[in-house]
């Protein structure tokens, strides 16, 4: 389980269940990288980057 939270005001973003069984190294990588695009498919709908700063 898993929990997204926005530092700047402690809002709970998203809420995230992955599961891997076992000692099985594949299973387990295969378990953090699709909990890796889920977190992902929620910060493009959420985050906005600021700008980038011009230089003088």
């Given at each position: ?27 387990t ?28």
């Open positions: 389980m898993g929990h997204l939270v926005r530092v700047s005001d402690a809002k709970l973003i998203g809420n995230y269940i992955s599961e891997a069984k076992g000692p099985n190294i594949k299973l990588i295969k378990t953090v990288e699709s909990l890796a695009v889920k977190i992902d498919k929620t910060l493009d709908n959420k985050y906005s980057p600021p700008p980038p700063k011009t230089k003088k």
